[in-house]
Structures are given as structure tokens and as C-alpha cells.
């Protein structure tokens, strides 16, 4: 008996019209080898083969599910020895899950200025007086010298950062997806913000950072500033790429989750899986990544953590 799904490394030429989240688009899609297509009819998910550990799971960001589509790709997941790792913002009974969480803000909102933190208003208000500019990067050699920073910025908090070679696949998607923002002081780039746009919704891939931009307080104006041209381009959501969940009070990280919800509320999510030993050692990977172990070591930890968060601030 044959399937009643199929798998394709190709999108349907309807699909960037039936979904709405960035990460479920053709063109994220793309920036992985391992992306498959599973289709049912006129519906489907986007999924990413991957390792966490020793495990090896089928990663499905936010699509959307009915009863049927589910039931068919854990009947796939089952066949080709795969565990699922889905994430959602509503709750299904078939799969173990984790409590996660992000920052998303709703620029539909009349007043956006009145709804953040008292004291980021006042850090913004104080970066108004210097001599910073938002500027969109449109150049590749804009791209390279944002690279350069971000890399820079990752291997000084000891975090994971991308390839190159993943920035020109991100910068080959197109402006049209793929936007790169910036704040100028003195003629030169201080801070970037890495963007990916599908509908009405803004996802925050990535931030990088000089040391002079926290002084200045431009990391809070650069993301103002998104929100202001978000809601000026119809953009109704802006997520700004998951907390970290495990982080120790006064942290960086911590510090990191204290400055995304100064420009918005908490919104939990739940990552799903049948593999109940990734729930019990997730925590625990990020409990030792946020340790002084794992501070020490920085990206030689293998991870088992979700690729949700935002890589660097």
C-alpha cells in the first residue's frame, strides 16, 4: 500500500502562499541540505534531519498542523527512525513536550512606544542624542563587514556562530527575505541586527555588536527602529528569537533575556518529541552551558538545545 504522504526536497508552487511563519518558508528551507517537504494533498511541513547527541530527530518549526498531517509524519517519523522535535504555540496530546519561550512583539499595538520598559525608553530616548543613524545594509561588502563583527562578537561570549559559507546562502535568499540592519556612529557600522521576513511576520536571526554600541545604548535603538519600519511595512509580528530559559540570575544570558522583554511580553511555546530521555537531558545541557564549564568551553560542548535563540547579542 502506497503512502499517503510524500516527501520532496522541492516546494510545491503553492507553498509560500499557505505559510505563515518565516522558518516554514521555502526560502529558510533552503539554508539547510537536509530540508524535506512532507505533503499531504494541498498541506505539508518543512523539516530539517538533524543530530542532537546521539539522537537523530526530524526538527519542524511552527507548521501548521491538523490531525491528519501529524499522525501521517510520525508514521514517517516511526518508518525511517527518526524522533520528531516540533515546536508550537498550542498544545498537542500525542508527543512529550518542554515549556519554551520567546519575546514577541505585536506591531499592530496604536502606541508601541508606551509599551516598552520605562528604562528602555529612556536608554533610546539618550541614544537620540548621539550622532547614530539606522541604515539598511543593501551591499554584499556590508554583509561581510556585518560577518566580521558578528563572528567577532561570538568567539567574545564564547557562543556558536554560522559559517561564511551560511552567510552567503542567508545574503542569496534576497532582501526580500533576508534583511540586514544597522546602526552607524562616526561613519561606522557599531551594531547589526539580521533579519528573515515572510508575510506579515519579522523573525530575529542574529545581533552583533561592538563594545562601543552599549554605551551608546544603540543595541535598544536598533531594535526600535526595526519595530518602527516593521509596522511601517504591515509587519504585524516580531519575534525576537527565543529566551534562554536556563539562564542564571545577572548572567549574560540573563542579562540577554532582560533586554528582549524590555521591548515585549514572554510568549511560551512548547517543543514536542516522542524521545523522552532528550526531554530530561535538554535542561541539563543548558544548566551546564550556563555554568562556569561551560563558559569556559564555549562552543566545545556538544549541544542539545534548541537552535531557536537568537545566536548573539
Known sequence: ????????TEPPSWWDENVKEPRQSSFFCKLDKTSRYFLINNKGLCFQILKKGPFKMAKSFFPNLDNELLNEF????????????????????????VKLSTVIIDLKKDDLWMSLDKKQRNRIRRSKEKDLFFKEALSKEQWLSYYALYK???????????????????????????????IEYNNS?????????????????????????YELNANALLIWEIMMWGKQNNFKLFDLGGLDENAVKDSPQDKVNKFKLSFGPRVDFNEYTDLWLYLKLRPLYGKLKNSWLGRLYGNNITTLSSSYKTESL
Open 152 to 182: 567577532e562578537t561570538a568567539q567574545r561570549k564564547k557562543i556558536k556562530f554560522y559559517s561564511l559559507e551560511n552567510l552567503n546562502q542567508i545574503y542569496d535568499l534576497g532582501r526580500n527575505f533576508s534583511k540586514l540592519f544597522f
Open 189 to 213: 557600522p557599531i551594531c547589526y541586527a539580521q533579519l528573515y521576513t515572510h508575510k506579515n511576520f519579522i523573525f530575529l536571526n542574529t545581533l552583533a555588536n561592538a563594545e562601543i554600541s
Open 1 to 8: 500500500m502506497e503512502p499517503a504522504y510524500i516527501i520532496t
Open 74 to 97: 510520525l508514521v514517517y517519523c516511526k518508518e525511517n527512525k527518526l524522533h520528531p522535535l516540533i515546536h508550537l504555540y498550542y498544545d498537542i496530546d500525542k508527543l512529550k513536550s
